[in-house]
């Protein structure tokens, strides 16, 4: 089945850093992928939609300046965090999908952010 | 607006028993509902989909859902639990938009 590798799986960092999370599709090619957050015990919230060559579309009160989002290729789309703090660690889970619209989309195993 | 519901954020069944897991949903069109299982630390894996077809979908793992207009309802069963399916379970609706929507959660916990 369709395959999507999250990297990297767990971060820590101090405040002030700017961090990198990579989502890849490893045997199709992902027109569309997902950004979400999931604080603990709670549902996935989705931050934005990427689209493969195209600016991302932020969900209402997701700071595009903060939450970096590059979807240069159609098997890579990486979210940067900038200039973190304590109040952005969180899950933060990508999906993959042929084109918009198509179901289901695949999900990557998460990345584990603690800003310090 | 497309939305789902799922009563209960906890559920404990024992080993061996019927694992129930409620999902309702509202959508003003035909609905694609969606039930997915998040071990701890992953991300989501699928078990089985809703897309207008047979109203009772088998998924993986022996989970199964079945569509009920009249009751607006998505349920998840299982008719043995094994210890192994604890874990976090949402179920999902697309929204007219093409993105998910995701309920609250229900976490399934298995006692020996």
């Known amino acids: 089945g369709a395959v999507v590798s999250q990297h990297p799986s767990r971060v820590i960092c101090k405040s002030g850093t700017s961090v990198k999370i990579e989502c890849r599709s490893l045997?199709?090619?992902?027109?569309?992928m997902f950004w979400y957050r999931q604080f603990p015990k709670q549902s996935l919230m989705l931050m934005a939609t990427?689209?493969?060559?195209?600016?991302?579309?932020?969900e209402q009160g997701v700071e595009k300046d903060k939450f970096l989002i590059n979807h240069a290729s159609l098997t890579l789309s990486t979210l940067t965090v900038t200039s973190a703090h304590p109040e952005d660690s969180s899950f933060y889970i990508c999906?993959?999908?042929?084109?918009?619209?198509?179901?289901?989309?695949?999900f990557g195993d998460g990345t584990r952010l603690s800003i310090l | 607006a497309q939305s789902v519901t799922q009563l209960g954020s906890h559920v404990s069944v024992s080993e061996g028993a019927l694992v129930l897991l409620r999902c309702n949903y509202s959508?003003?069109?035909?609905?694609?509902l969606f039930w997915y299982v998040q071990y701890p630390n992953q991300g989501l894996q699928l078990l089985l989909k809703?897309?207008?077809?047979?109203?009772l979908v088998k998924g993986i793992n022996g989970f199964e859902a079945e569509f009920k207009k009249s009751e607006t309802s998505f349920h998840l069963t299982k008719p043995s639990a094994h210890m192994s399916d604890a874990a976090e379970y949402f179920c999902?609706?697309?929204?007219?938009?093409?993105?998910?929507?995701f309920g609250q959660g229900t976490t399934l916990q298995v006692k020996p």
């Open positions: 999906s993959a999908s042929h084109k918009q619209g198509d179901q289901p989309q695949h």
């Open positions: 045997d199709f090619q992902a027109t569309t």
């Open positions: 990427s689209n493969e060559g195209s600016k991302a579309t932020y």
């Open positions: 959508s003003s069109v035909p609905p694609y």
């Open positions: 809703y897309t207008s077809a047979a109203t």
């Open positions: 999902a609706v697309i929204s007219n938009t093409g993105k998910l929507i």
